[in-house]
Each structure stands twice: as structure tokens, then as C-alpha cells.
């Protein structure tokens, strides 16, 4: 019998389970438009009081929520201060420039992922017609699967919030920080979530990523940010009619699939520790869901085709010379050592 593909070329792979899909077809319906739909409003409440906003705004995508919130804090000749890797300013087709004609200020990441604070200050520009308006700093946790440090977190924010700039946050993957963290303190994972939260005025959450639904991401702010926001989705035609079957998945995944990320994080270490000692093959050590590998020196020519090789082996990863497996609610640990079984034979069959 064929083995099952191991996905690991994200955490958006997974498939609704059959729990998800029985609260998606059970979920009470209504036209969002209006306002009217029960399991949407639930899950705006929900995830506002969770995370401590006053208000929050289902939307499609991840992409859809990052597109309202620098809109909403920014006006046209506004510029955000980003990090070269986010995704709100690397892999979003510049949304914010075309759509708002907001201009990105983005800076080299530190090794571990965060900003200088010297170099956002020195970005913030002085209220001077030669410039845009530094209006918003935007940063993202995790990051490349890195956990960003609260203390860095709280020190950036607060220099932004000093200068009068308003402080999105990207948290697509903000359980996973959330999760990680609170092993590490011993913590409740949603408390952890909330006390991330609460360095911003605005944060975006996917639940199409490890938390396994099909669709739709949120964005929280306050009553004013999310009243600009929600026009601005409108404009963006995503206004959602019956969605509350989308917004179900999510309450479902909030209620089932938050604590078990620490799953899918065990499940990269177990990958990352598979790959170790291998010759010309740097493992980072993952600290979530994320594990990249670098393939140096020699190692290079003997994997060239090992993207084609891996996939006919049966697992899937993104990347060539630095390939990036994630792991997630469709992945065990059989699919991992299967993983690791088809890198070290691409690698040793040279
Ligand atoms: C995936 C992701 C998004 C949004 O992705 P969509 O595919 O638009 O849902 C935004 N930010 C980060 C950090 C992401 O990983």
C-alpha cells in the first residue's frame, strides 16, 4: 500500500478534521454584512476578550487582516517601520503601497530575529515635508518560527508608543509563540497570548495555520480601529455574507487545537535532532513549528535535486539549499522519521 505524502511545505496543508467539519455544518448562519451572523459575532467577542481588545473583525486571509490594519493606522504619504522578513512587507504583493499608499520602512533583522531599537529610532522621521509620516511600527511573533523575547517586545513597543506611532502586530502564528512560551514558564498558553497581545493597539491571528481550520484570520484593535478596519475590508471586497460555517472551524480550533501546537513543536525538534551530525547540514534548532535546514559546502552539490528527491520519497518541503519544513495538525511523528529517513538517504546516496 502507497504511504500517505508527508506535507511539510506548511502549516496551511491541514485538512478540516472531522470534529471541525461537524461544527462548520452545525453552525447557526446569518448575513456578516449586516452584522447578523451569530457564529462571526460569537467569534469576534471571543477572540477579543481571549486576547483583551475591544473589538475584533473576521476576515479572509492573513494578508486580507495585515491590509486593514496598516490602512487603518495609516494614511495615504504614511510610512510603517518593518522588518525586511515579514510577511507584511516581503510576502503581501506591497499591498500597503498599492492599495494605501502607505510606504514600507523596512530594517535588517537581528540573528534572533527582532530590530535594533537604534535602528527603529533612527527610522522614525522628523515631522518635516522632505518625509513620509512614521506613523506604525509592525513587527510579527513567531517570525520564521522564532519566538520574539516579551522583554524586546515590550522595549520596542514602548519606543514606538513614546514617538506616537501606533504598534500592529502580526501574529498569524501567535498561538505558537503563545504555546512555546508558556511551556517554557509553565504558564496557561492563552494568558501567554494575551500578555504578548497587550504591547499593541492592533494584532492579526490565522486560524488556517497550525490551528487547522480552512479559512480566515482575525483582527483586533480597538472599536475606532476596527470601524476603519471593517470599511476598509469592505473596500477590499471582503465583506463576508454567511461565513459563520468559516468562523465555526475557528471557534473550534480555538476550543481544540490551541494546546496541541506543543505538539507539532516536539514533532520539529524531533526532525531537527533526526538531521543532526550530518555532514555539511546545519539544523536550526526550531524553537516552534519551523525547522529550516542550510545544506553547505559540499553537501550542496550532493542534494542539488533534493526538493525532487524528497518529493519522491513522498515528503514535501519548500525551500533548495535552505529548506523549511513545517509541521502541523496532519503530520506524526511516523511522517517525521520517514522525513528524516528520505534526507539522510538523498544525502548519503552521493
Ligand atoms: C501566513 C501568514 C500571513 C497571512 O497569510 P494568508 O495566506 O494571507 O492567510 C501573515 N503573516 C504571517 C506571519 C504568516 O505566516
Given at each position: ?40 459575532n460569537?467569534l ?5 476578550q481571549?486576547l ?19 490602512l487603518?493606522h495609516?494614511?495615504?504619504g ?12 516581503r ?17 535588517e ?25 512614521t ?12 519566538r ?19 504598534r500592529?502586530?502580526?501574529g498569524?502564528?501567535l ?14 498558553p ?14 492579526s ?18 472599536q ?13 471586497g ?5 461565513a ?27 526532525l ?16 516552534t513549528?519551523?525547522?529550516f535546514?542550510?545544506?553547505?559546502g ?13 518529493a ?34 538523498v544525502?548519503?546516496?552521493a
Amino acid at each position: 500500500m502507497a504511504q500517505p505524502v508527508v506535507d511539510l511545505r506548511s502549516d496551511t496543508v491541514t485538512r478540516p478534521t472531522a470534529a471541525m467539519r461537524a461544527a462548520m455544518a452545525a453552525a447557526p448562519v446569518g448575513d456578516d454584512v449586516f452584522g447578523d451572523d451569530p457564529s462571526i459575532n460569537l467569534l469576534q467577542e471571543r477572540m477579543a476578550q481571549l486576547l483583551g481588545f475591544e473589538a475584533a473583525l473576521f476576515v479572509a486571509s492573513g494578508t486580507q487582516a495585515n491590509l486593514c490594519a496598516v490602512l487603518a493606522h495609516c494614511q495615504r504619504g504614511d510610512e510603517y517601520i518593518v522588518g525586511q522578513q515579514q510577511h507584511c512587507y516581503r510576502w503581501e504583493g506591497g499591498g500597503a503601497a498599492v492599495f494605501g499608499s502607505v510606504q514600507p520602512q523596512p530594517l535588517e533583522h537581528l540573528p534572533d530575529g527582532t530590530l535594533a531599537l537604534a535602528a527603529i529610532e533612527a527610522a522614525i522621521k522628523p515631522d518635516d515635508p522632505h518625509f513620509a509620516r512614521t506613523r506604525l511600527l509592525a513587527l510579527e511573533n513567531t517570525l520564521g518560527g522564532k519566538r520574539m523575547p516579551m522583554e524586546w517586545l515590550a522595549q520596542a513597543t514602548a519606543l514606538a508608543a513614546a514617538r506616537g506611532l501606533g504598534r500592529h502586530l502580526d501574529g498569524a502564528r501567535l498561538f505558537n509563540a503563545a504555546v512555546a512560551q508558556a511551556e517554557a514558564a509553565g504558564a496557561d498558553p492563552r494568558a501567554e497570548a494575551r500578555r504578548i497581545a497587550g504591547h499593541f493597539d492592533s494584532v492579526s491571528v490565522c486560524f488556517s495555520k497550525g490551528l487547522g481550520a480552512p479559512v480566515g484570520s482575525v483582527l483586533l484593535g480597538s472599536q475606532e480601529l476596527v470601524g476603519r478596519a471593517r470599511r476598509i475590508r469592505k473596500m477590499a471586497g471582503g465583506g463576508l455574507r454567511q461565513a459563520g460555517v468559516l468562523a465555526a472551524a475557528a471557534l473550534h480550533a480555538l476550543d481544540h487545537h490551541v494546546d496541541r501546537l506543543a505538539q507539532d513543536h516536539a514533532l520539529a525538534r524531533r526532525l531537527a535532532d533526526g538531521l543532526a551530525g550530518l555532514d555539511g547540514v546545519r539544523v536550526e534548532p526550531p524553537q516552534t513549528n519551523i525547522v529550516f535546514v542550510d545544506l553547505e559546502g559540499d553537501a550542496r552539490a550532493r542534494a542539488a535535486d533534493l526538493p525532487q528527491a524528497l518529493a519522491a520519497a513522498g515528503v514535501l518541503a519548500t525551500g533548495l539549499y535552505r529548506l523549511r519544513f513545517v509541521t502541523h495538525l496532519d503530520v506524526d511523528a511516523d511522517g517525521i522519521d520517514r522525513a528524516v529517513q528520505a534526507i539522510r538517504g538523498v544525502l548519503a546516496a552521493a
